[in-house]
Antibody
Framework: QLQLQESGPGLVKPSETLSLTCSVSGGSLSDSYYYWGWIRQPPGQGLEWIGSMSYSGSASYNPSLKSRVTMSVDTSKNQVSLKLSSVTAADTAVYYC??????????????WGQGTLVSVSS | DIQMTQSPSSLSASVGDRVTITCRASQRISSYLNWYQQKPGKAPKVLIYAASSLQSGVPSRFSGSGSGTDFTLTISSLQPEDFATYYCQQSYTTLYTFGQGTKLEIK
């Protein structure tokens, strides 16, 4: 059974860089049939797609965040990472990593991590 | 960006009711529409993909329909475990966008 687990600091200071890691178990990050994505959800609000990346490093980002976002993959560790720079309070959210079908008819996010809350505060 | 608009934003219903949630896209998205269920404190779970395909393991009381710009999620007979928030999501363009959510509450 595929499992995804987000990890990283729960508190980040304004203007600093948020760094999260998603560890994948029960499956391979190198599976070419999937993308690996990040989605966030501010407290009490809806879902916002941040970006998606293939195992080879090909990435797509939300244009509203693109200037601040970097995603990377480490296939040897089966991990996907997210960095978001110059954070403000508006970046406070639960951050989810998720697997996305690359060639499926829905290109849906079919497996999700449990999410990790990141608060931006001094 | 493709805007996804769900209606209603909230809904009260009883166990056994038939419920329909609507999602409208700001432009045509073919059948690239997915539905998710989210319970408090939990990650979203995909219910329906490609507008009408039932995800493996999801009860058959859930169904989806539509194409182009207008889509619906129907729950044929509400069960206690179905009270949650539902989101639609378009995957027609790489800038994936979600609806604002529909909170389904117990009447």
């Amino acid at each position: 059974q595929l499992q995804l687990q987000e990890s990283g600091p729960g508190l980040v200071k304004p203007s600093e860089t948020l760094s999260l890691t998603c560890s994948v178990s029960g499956g391979s990050l190198s599976d070419s049939y999937y993308y690996w994505g990040w989605i966030r959800q501010p407290p009490g609000q809806g879902l916002e797609w941040i970006g998606s990346m293939s195992y080879s490093g090909s990435a797509s980002y939300n244009p509203s965040l693109k200037s601040r976002v970097t995603m990377s993959v480490d296939t040897s560790k089966n991990q996907v990472s997210l960095k978001l720079s110059s954070v403000t309070a508006a970046d406070t959210a639960v951050y989810y990593c998720a697997r996305q079908g690359r060639y499926t008819s829905g290109r849906d996010f079919d497996y999700w991590g449990q999410g990790t809350l990141v608060s931006v505060s001094s | 960006d493709i805007q996804m608009t769900q209606s209603p934003s909230s809904l009260s219903a009883s166990v056994g009711d038939r419920v329909t949630i609507t999602c409208r896209a700001s432009q045509r998205i073919s059948s690239y529409l997915n539905w998710y269920q989210q319970k408090p404190g939990k990650a979203p779970k995909v219910l329906i993909y490609a507008a009408s395909s039932l995800q493996s393991g999801v009860p058959s009381r859930f169904s989806g329909s539509g194409s182009g710009t207008d889509f619906t999620l129907t729950i044929s007979s509400l069960q206690p475990e179905d009270f949650a928030t539902y989101y639609c999501q378009q995957s027609y363009t790489t800038l994936y966008t979600f609806g604002q959510g529909t909170k389904l509450e117990i009447k």
